[in-house]
């Protein structure tokens, strides 16, 4: 970080950058520079302004939109450029984690994978292997589902684990690409939960649960099913015909959003064919124009080939991304607690499981560098969350009710993790939510409220040794400490060029993991 970026928080009043040039630029005028040399400052001075002013208005607009002043009405357009300019909802980013819920068919081998039908079929010598020696010869996948029973399925002792897990948002598997519709789907007739397994309207119990623990209520759905014969029929004339689209898919996702409202529609299984045999930009501009959800739902970007990365609110990439810095678009890391899986396994071991050092590493990083944390678990086909789910999901809660205040709401600050020490990672809070760019780094005019830094490893000798933030401590107006232990005030030295931190008698300490420090202005 160098000594101009350091200045940005020494501007709490909100100086803008179009008065800092036009001081420069007076500066210049008055050295007695060239008329032409002049007039090219001059037209860039004016071009900036006028760029600026448009970019304020259309921030108020958006902003407007958001708060759902009728006054603005905008409509979007099909095409991903006008999409694109879609600012994101304010809850997805304040909210930063969330479990995401492999729940199906599945669920009943629970073996492997969610994958298990496909590989199966696709000739994986394990599931063979697993079929033949454990069921008799003939059996189908389809024979799973009555197996699939749910009995201690209830909703609201779920619904409480993930409140108590500080987790802000949920998003289950409406359909994984099996097809099968935890929700009583009316084209998906015998192959949902109402007519088979469960016998019980699981998205519609579980939605309901979610949100009555005040979190938000979102859905996974896959576009493609591996063995839909109308799907296969389609891409056999190679996408050219949408049977599939436009008489199973989007009549389904459309009362999967009218009667459930989620907050997230979690696409996936895109990768077959491009966005317009899916006819995802109709789709996405129904679901912000018109949908009972328009101002409140976010999509990820699964959905065509080309697609991931570079359109929808919150980009996944690919599964359990983590890019390790900072992105220019608002993101999501979905990653599993069962590092092999994302459906239950009956088989998984310990050492498989994340521990709570890999778990709050994966979300550490991810909120300092933009995005949000989605972390997976697999329910079992009884309906039960396993104990080893339970307690990562509490302990997580426990280290979010110390550390929560350098996770919720926050921004990515200058540096993501420290020059010096790279195991931690800073976030900022700051005053003003930026709609456009939300994980964009403070920039002049914006008022940074407080630095995180979190340490993922307690430091040797009780003493966190910090570059980035060096300069700032220097200038005297800050005070250190440390959250879980907050009004003890942490003493420092400088010496060549780092901050040395003296960290409290660890037995004193709060959070049993990953310690968040917190720099204010005195
Ligand atoms: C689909 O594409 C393949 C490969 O390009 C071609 O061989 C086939 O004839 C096409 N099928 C149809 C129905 O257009
Ligand atoms: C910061 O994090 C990235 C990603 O994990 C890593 O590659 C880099 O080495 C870290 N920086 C330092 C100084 O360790
Ligand atoms: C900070 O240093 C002062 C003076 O040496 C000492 O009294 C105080 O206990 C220290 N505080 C902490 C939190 O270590």
């Known amino acids: 970080m160098n000594a101009a970026e350091m200045q940005f928080l020494d501007w709490p009043l909100g100086r803008s950058s179009i008065q800092v040039i036009t001081f420069w630029v007076t500066l210049t005028l008055v050295n007695n520079i060239n008329c032409k040399m002049r007039l090219v400052v001059i037209l860039a001075l004016a071009s900036l302004a006028s760029a600026k002013i448009q970019h304020d208005r259309y921030v108020l607009n958006s902003l407007s939109n958001r708060t759902r002043d009728e006054s603005y009405l905008k409509k979007y357009s099909p095409d991903w450029t006008d999409l694109d300019t879609r600012p994101l909802p304010e809850w997805y980013d304040r909210a930063k984690i969330g479990i995401f819920l492999h729940w199906g068919v599945f669920s009943v081998p629970s073996f492997k994978s969610e994958w298990f039908w496909s590989d199966w079929k696709g000739g994986s010598l394990d599931c063979f292997n697993f079929m033949y020696k454990n069921y008799p010869p003939g059996f189908t996948y389809q024979e799973f589902a009555p197996m699939f029973t749910g009995e201690f399925f209830d909703a609201n002792e779920w619904a409480q684990l993930f409140e108590k897990s500080g987790a802000k948002y949920i998003v289950l598997t409406s359909k994984h690409h099996e097809g099968f519709t935890l929700f009583p789907s009316k084209r998906s007739y015998s192959w949902n939960s109402v007519d088979v397994g469960p016998h019980r309207d699981i998205v519609g119990e579980l939605s309901k649960a979610v949100r009555s623990q005040g979190l938000k209520f979102g859905v996974y759905h896959s576009l493609y099913e591996w063995f839909n014969p109308i799907y296969l029929e389609d891409k056999h004339t190679n996408f050219t015909a949408r049977v599939y689209t436009d008489t199973k898919l989007w009549p389904d996702v459309k009362q999967l959003v009218n009667d459930y409202k989620p907050s997230v529609l979690w696409s996936d299984g895109d990768w077959e064919a491009h966005d317009d045999y899916w006819r995802s930009t109709d789709l996405i501009a129904w679901l912000y124009n018109e949908s009972p959800v328009k101002d409140e739902i976010v999509v990820n970007d699964r959905w065509g080939i080309g697609i991931p990365g570079k359109h929808g609110d919150f980009y996944n990439y690919a599964d359990r991304y983590n890019p390790g810095k900072l992105l220019a678009h608002k993101w999501e890391n979905a990653f599993t607690v069962d590092s092999k899986s994302w459906g239950y396994r009956r088989n998984m071991k310990l050492s498989e499981i994340f521990s709570m050092e890999q778990l709050l590493e994966q979300i550490v990083t991810t909120v300092s560098c933009g995005g949000n944390a989605l972390l997976n678990i697999g329910p079992t086909k009884e309906g039960t969350i396993v104990p080893i789910f339970q307690e990562r999901l509490t302990s997580l809660g426990k280290w979010l009710e110390i550390n929560g205040e350098a996770i919720y709401s926050t921004s990515p600050w200058l540096s993501q993790n420290d020059t010096l020490n790279g195991n931690v990672w800073y976030t900022c809070t ?31 000798s009780n003493v966190l040794v910090l570059r980035d933030v060096t300069s700032l401590l220097h200038s005297g107006n800050y005070q250190v400490e440390m959250l879980g232990n907050e009004g003890d005030y942490l003493n420092w030295s400088i010496s060549n060029g780092d901050a040395k931190i003296r960290f409290p008698n660890k037995a004193a300490v709060k959070s049993e993991y990953a310690w968040a420090l917190k720099i204010s202005a005195k």
């Open 430 to 460: 700051k005053r003003e939510f930026n709609a456009i760019n939300p994980i964009a780094k403070p920039k002049p005019g914006d008022t940074v409220t407080a630095i995180y830094a979190i340490a993922l490893r307690w430091p040797p």
